[in-house]
């Protein structure tokens, strides 16, 4: 009889305990599983190569000294150093990205599934906020100037907004070897196919009319 509850409190700390394990990218299992960059087949992550013929080039990228092209129409560019770009980054559970704003450019509202991001500002003024999820919706914001760190909880919605009038720039550690990433207006309104505008007109409670509208812009 007394036997059970111990029993219980295992089976919960277990299963709480490989939630928290699969939380984030698989761990490595030996110093490290540098990607084969050209493959056919595909497993969680990528196939390491033969560790006597890795290099230290397999661990290096060079040429985030230079500033992303912002001149589109959301005034943003984001340079992300993901597992595609330096192999070594396999089952590390780490990435990169340099961030560049032009005067009032915007990284528009977006997720990471895999990744919390953790930003730190080098030049200019960003405007930037989360929202939780839909428990209660809360935003929370903060005006960074040069120097200044924030954090973007993983697969919460977050935006950086430049609101200064001369450019930005700044970097980002992301905790997936390859965060993913879902920009909220492209997803919904420029999925290909699209959407049923039925389906977003109800879910937006907008007029059929602004959604085929904003279907065709996005
Ligand atoms: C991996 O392959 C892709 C596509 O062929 C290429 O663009 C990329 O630069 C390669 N990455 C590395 C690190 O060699």
Redesign the pocket.
Known sequence: MMKGVPYLVTVALLALASTLAFADDPSPLQDFCVAI??TEVFVNGKFCKDPKLTTANDFFFSGLDKPGNTENKLGFNVNLVNV????GLNTLGISLARLDFAPYGLNPPHTHPRATEILVVLEGTLYVGFVTSNTDNRLFTKILNKGDVFVFPVGLIHFQFNVGHTNAVAFSGLSSQNPGLITIADAVFGANPPINPDVLAKAFQLDKTVVNYLEKIF
């Open positions: 960059n050209k595609d770009k330096i192999l």
